[in-house]
């Protein structure tokens, strides 16, 4: 839970809320295909989840937060340019849309979709 | 198949004639061709960012995405489309950067599978991978924004399928892709709210046209290095960041509105203009142009000249950008703030010089208001300074007693929580900004500032400015003074003496520690002489030397 203070009371944004922006703009991001259970046995991290909540750590440090992402991505893309623009856009929108800082991205792709081979 | 020809080498056809066939080296021109033609218009597409963060140069993106899949192929001498094609979309896969670049390298990704190893493209062959690019570019998202790069993919295969049930022939297949493209990426706003609240198109789109283009201009033979004539909307013209351009010599920045007398012909307009000078910006708006252009210093009317002999001008700006940019560094404040994190308490100092500012933004200080004795700022820049500071909880410095009560007007006039800690000088201020607890509860962290000022005193060492007789010491026009707390206590002929004099004054051999911060009128060799004096005569004392760059006082001296 996050708290932001103004003159008439304070705001909490709870985990969850924070997990739905980023689970959606990771969706949004070009290349991921879906995001893996964070917790799940090496055998089941390939399962795409439905709730946010299960693809998406996150975690409060002072009033800044970290968030940790598990998204399979599309058999093909770089990777390394897929990590990095989702980062990118889950930050930009936790802090646009919530107004608390982002200090730490972390993508740990789970594995990859092969719809159709080269 | 008398008609048909296989484009090799350079292209020795008229623009008439038809091409029904392509083989691996004509694809190697045409992309060279795509990639010159994305680089002349890399800032057009640079300038259309709407995301402060993400893919925020997308030109500059697909340009190096582009120039890696040409690598791969720079030497090739493949005659065979499939193998060369599969090179070029292999070198875009390993070099894509950013966003647009990686759906750019799905694109060529799908368009090199469809070829399939294939010695030659037709017009079905190309129909079936653009078909192929676009269900690639668009496989690679779960959730595909329209209104980008990827429906201005798919607009442009629908019309090579299109185009191509009429003919078989690739120049004017490519020619209607062009126009879908372009017609597409000018509706993108239509499909995506964001581009249209920020009066642009989608910028991965617009570079997917330009590849596009680049290869339609080659087979028309026409230049693709110069900047494409290109009229924005006046109100997307973004003349600011040109200043990050300027170029050795070219030191003038012109901007002229006019209204042209007949319609104004850009292409010529471009080549004119790029004679005089560069970072040539045309924009328009209900029939009035504005055109932005950097020129040396010197040729500054030549683009007036011209200007007027096509139309009516109605404004003319001009600024010297060489002036400004060394005015900028000039002005660049001597200290950084520490980032505030948002909802942490904020304090605001009142600081007499730079010096000091620098050991007060060091210590944590959110905002910097300059003033002191001679110039109390204005309770409106009091306010000023914390009203768009990213929390509600607001500490002020005043560190001066004529400024405590604008700084208490302050806190009445805001609507955050405001607390000013009555420092009445620079050693207050400093002891109380060391409690600072950025996280912590409002009330406390003001309660143990209010503590901390009561524990230390300040000396000022300054000069007379009359001849007073004030608290029983005789002071003479001219001559320093010494003042304790801010009451006056001894006044001598030299500053050293008269230093050495406050401190007696003050007590110091029974105290621990004194700072030194001398004024801007005073150099540092003439304070060490001093402080030697200091340490010899209070040996117990730890002394420490600050530039404060105060005016008018030599010394502010805090004494713990």
Request: charged content about 25%; overall charge negative; some cysteine.
């Amino acid at each position: 839970m996050s708290t932001v203070n103004n003159p008439l009371g304070s705001i909490y944004i709870s985990h969850r809320a924070i997990a739905s922006i980023a689970y959606h703009s990771a969706l949004e991001s070009y290349g991921v295909v879906g995001l893996a259970a964070k917790n799940l046995a090496e055998g089941l991290s390939q399962v795409l989840v439905r709730d946010p909540v299960l693809g998406v750590e996150v975690e409060f440090e002072n009033s800044a937060v970290s968030i940790d992402l598990y998204p399979i991505v599309e058999y093909g893309v770089r990777i390394k340019s897929v990590a990095s623009s989702v980062s990118q856009n889950v930050k930009y929108r936790i802090e646009k849309d919530t107004g608390l800082v982002v200090d730490r991205v972390d993508v740990h792709i789970r594995g990859l979709r092969i719809s159709n081979s080269d | 198949m008398s008609n048909e020809s296989i484009l090799t080498g350079p292209i020795e056809v008229s623009t008439t004639q038809k091409i029904t066939l392509i083989n691996g080296q004509t694809f190697k021109k045409l992309t060279e061709a795509s990639l010159i033609w994305l680089k002349s218009n890399q800032q057009i597409v640079n300038s259309l960012n709407v995301f402060p963060v993400p893919d925020g140069d997308t030109g500059t993106n697909m340009l190096l995405t582009m120039q890696a899949a040409y690598n791969e192929i720079i030497n090739s001498s493949e005659e065979n489309i499939g193998k060369i094609a599969k090179d070029f979309a292999q070198g875009a896969l390993m070099g894509a950067r950013g966003n647009s670049g990686v759906i750019l390298s799905q694109i060529w990704r799908g368009f090199s599978r469809a070829l399939d190893s294939l010695p030659t493209l037709n017009a079905e062959l190309l129909v079936a991978a653009l078909a192929e690019s676009r269900n690639t570019a668009y496989k690679g998202v779960v959730r595909p924004v329209e209104g980008t790069i990827l429906t201005v993919i798919n607009d442009t295969s629908v019309a090579a399928k299109e185009s191509a049930a009429n003919t078989d022939d690739l120049v004017k297949i490519l020619e209607d892709c062009v126009v879908a493209a372009e017609t597409s990426v000018k509706n993108t706003p239509e499909l995506l709210p964001i581009l249209k609240t920020a009066g642009v198109v989608d910028s991965g789109g617009k570079g997917l046209f330009y590849l596009l283009e680049g290869m339609l201009r080659y087979i028309k033979k026409l230049p693709l290095d110069g900047v494409a004539a290109n009229v924005q909307e006046l109100s997307a013209m973004n003349l600011e960041d040109t200043l990050d351009e300027v170029e050795e010599g070219q030191d003038v920045e012109v901007v002229i509105d006019f209204t042209p007398t007949s319609e104004l012909n850009l292409d010529l307009f471009y080549q004119e203009l790029s004679k005089m000078g560069t970072s040539i910006q045309v924009g328009e708006g209900d029939g009035m142009y504005r055109m932005h252009i950097h020129v040396e210093d010197g040729r500054q009317q030549e683009p007036i000249a011209y200007v007027g002999s096509l139309g009516k001008w109605t404004k003319i700006a001009m600024e010297n950008l060489r002036a400004q940019m060394e005015g900028q560094k000039a002005n660049k404040p001597p200290y950084e703030l520490m980032p505030l994190e948002p909802g942490q308490i904020a304090v605001v100092a009142v600081s007499p010089g730079d010096g000091i500012s620098r050991i007060f933004a060091s210590l944590g200080v959110a905002a910097i208001i300059t003033g002191g004795q001679t110039m109390n700022p204005s309770t409106e820049e009091i306010l000023k300074s914390f009203e768009d500071l990213p929390t509600d909880r607001i500490i002020i410095l005043p560190n001066n007693k004529n400024i405590i009560l604008a700084a208490d007007t302050a806190k009445s006039l805001s609507v955050k929580d405001v607390q000013v800690v009555p420092s009445k000088n620079i050693a207050q201020g400093l002891s109380a900004l060391l409690q600072l607890e950025p996280d912590g509860d409002l009330e406390a962290v003001f309660e143990q500032m209010k503590n901390a000022i009561t524990d230390v005193d300040c000396g000022e060492v300054t000069i007379a400015t009359r001849t007073v007789d004030l608290d029983g010491v005789k002071v003479e026009e001219g001559k320093f003074i010494g003042l304790s707390n801010g009451k006056l206590v001894v006044s001598d002929k030299t500053i050293e003496s008269t230093t050495l004099d406050l401190l007696k004054k003050m007590e110091v051999d029974k105290r621990e520690h004194v700072t030194i911060f001398y004024g801007a009128n005073i150099t540092e060799s003439e304070i060490d002489k001093i402080a030697e004096k200091i340490k010899k005569q209070y040996s117990e004392i730890e002394i420490e030397i600050h530039e404060g760059g105060q005016p008018h006082y030599f010394m502010i001296l805090s004494v713990e």
